[in-house]
């Protein structure tokens, strides 16, 4: 009745349960899970489906029947780690299709054919052995083909697993050419690791796989970007046309307080309390509003935000963002990856200090408003980035944490700087308004524009970030994480644009002049 609610009226559904069976060949349970990919995996396997799915598993199904009813379509699809991505492509998706016949034949492709056998194995022992499976669609296990790697069923769709690292030219079902590719964990991890074992890869793809179908066959490639030029890298470019793109990742949106995070991270970190996990866990408990504020996850039922966050700490951000943000870095193509970071300040009494904001709309998926408060020390030259902040806020409320950083080092900031370009300079009036309001007259405003392409102002940052010239501070990891994501097709610069802001902006500063005593030989 849940499920029948989803898609008919009161009137119709009486009509249905007075003019069909409950279940049969002829029964309700087949109808409804034709129409409803979730039904379909709670009726008939609940071993492997024991709860509803994820709005994301929905809106991923949805897609990969938008690919059986469009012949000829390719689609690529990157997902994180423990999602349950081959689950659904690879056994529940080639389910739907073969058992009311979407299409005739698929040929279901892996790294190795070895990786492709255990979803071919329990297709084949539902088709065999599921009570309800029979019930309802009747034996459809074929005498012709039943082997380990391909199965013809009775009524008259087959299945063919291969490994790319095999022969694929020449595949066919009597004489028909698959009606779908697909692709799933294409790249292993030492193919990945290997500039020439990618190459091969790449080629074997494009020229092989493609061309095992013809004109009508759908493509669809699933997988985790584990390296930033795999082939599943390539197809998610938006520089590649052909393909529609779905790319998911396991956070969607950051929580915007990032100063409550970083003190949260120092007590789950802190060696010097045998309890740290429970005390970190009992501040986020205390603090759980606030901390949540502006967070979304992809799937809160088994990954939620706390529990990503303390994955993100215990496994470390190189295997985080490849494994849960199909985000994987390479130094090879990150400027600034390799940051150094400062284990305490000097006195800011001996500093130039400046704080820097590039403000932004606020919007969910927009570009974030990012904060950096630089100082740079009289005697030794080195800069440190004392504060950095990233967030997805309103004006209004990006307002209140300029205020709020100001109150707390309006003792050493020389100069504050906004960037003010179009909407910016409505928001730096109501700056001044607020300051002058909370009687802070003695830090300057400094409206900036900038003159030069983004790119090459944040490139000027290279040397002194390599050098440790700039030191940053370990608890902004937001802010840290943006700038070492940092590339020339980054999806977000505000974190080293604002940086890049304070950096030209305390350069500036002039030092105060000294009184040198009159050399004794004039």
């Known amino acids: 009745m849940k499920y029948l609610e989803k898609h008919f009226t009161s009137e119709e559904i009486e009509t249905l349960i007075n003019n069909y069976p409950l279940t049969g060949q002829d029964g309700l349970r087949k109808m409804l899970a034709e129409i409803n990919i979730s039904y379909l995996a709670q009726a ?14 929905t809106s991923l199904m949805k897609e990969l029947n938008w690919l059986i009813e469009n012949e000829g379509k390719r689609m690529v699809v990157g997902v994180p780690r423990g999602f349950g991505k081959s689950t659904l492509s690879s056994f529940l998706f080639p389910l739907h299709i073969l058992l009311y016949k979407k299409l005739q034949f698929i040929l279901l492709v892996s790294a190795t054919e070895d990786i492709a056998v255990p979803f071919l194995q329990m297709i084949k022992d539902e088709l065999t052995s599921n009570d309800a499976i029979i019930e309802d669609f009747g034996k ?63 080629n074997t793809y494009k020229d092989s796989l493609l061309n095992a179908g013809d004109e009508n066959t759908r493509t669809l490639v699933v997988g985790t970007v584990l390296h930033q030029e795999d082939i599943l890298s390539e197809l998610l470019s938006p520089e590649t046309t052909g393909y529609k793109q779905l790319f998911f990742q396991s956070v969607l949106n950051w929580a915007e307080r990032s100063d409550l995070w970083a003190e949260w991270r120092k007590l789950y970190t802190s060696l010097e309390d045998k309890n740290r996990e429970q005390t970190a866990h009992d501040f986020f408990i205390a603090h759980k509003d606030e901390m949540l504020e502006g967070a979304r996850v992809l799937w809160e039922e088994k990954f939620n935000y706390y529990h990503l966050m303390k994955k993100l700490v215990d496994d470390g951000e190189s295997s985080f963002y490849k494994e849960m943000m199909c985000q994987p870095r ?10 150094k970071y400062f284990d305490s300040l000097p ?10 904001v590039d403000p932004a709309m606020g919007k969910r998926n927009g570009d974030y408003s990012a904060i950096t408060i630089l100082s740079k020390h009289k005697i030794t030259g080195y800069k440190y980035v004392v504060n950095g902040e990233i967030r997805r806020i309103t004006p209004d409320k990006l307002i209140d944490l300029i ?40 830090i300057r405003i400094k409206p900036v524009k900038p003159r030069t392409k983004k790119e090459v102002r944040i490139m000027q940052l290279q040397p002194d970030i390599a050098n440790g010239i700039i030191k940053f501070n370990r608890d902004s990891q937001e802010y840290n994480s943006q700038v070492k994501d940092w590339n020339p097709k980054a999806s977000h610069d505000d974190a ?15 030092k105060p002049k000294q009184v040198r005593p009159k050399p004794s030989w004039l």
């Open 496 to 510: 080293p644009d604002s940086l890049t802001g304070a950096w030209e902006l305390i350069e500036k500063v002039k």
């Open 44 to 57: 008939y396997f609940p071993k492997y489906f024991n709860k509803p799915f994820s709005q994301f598993h």
């Open 330 to 339: 390479g130094a090879e193509d990150y400027i600034f990856n390799n940051i």
């Open 403 to 442: 205020v709020e950083k100001v109150k707390q080092y309006e003792d050493f900031i020389d100069v504050l700087a906004f960037e003010s370009v179009l909407f910016q300079e409505y928001i730096l009036e109501d700056l001044k308004k607020r300051l002058k309001i909370e009687g802070i007259f003695h």
């Open 347 to 356: 006195d800011l009494n001996e500093c130039n200090s400046v704080m820097f």
């Open 140 to 202: 459809l296990k074929s005498s012709s083909k039943w082997a380990f790697n391909e199965i013809w069923l009775n009524n008259d769709t087959c299945m063919m697993i291969r490994g790319i690292d095999g022969s694929i030219r020449g595949v066919r079902y009597k004489e028909h050419r698959p009606s779908l590719i697909l692709a799933d964990d294409l790249i292993k991890d030492d193919v990945a690791e290997s500039d020439s074992a990618r190459e091969k890869l790449a």
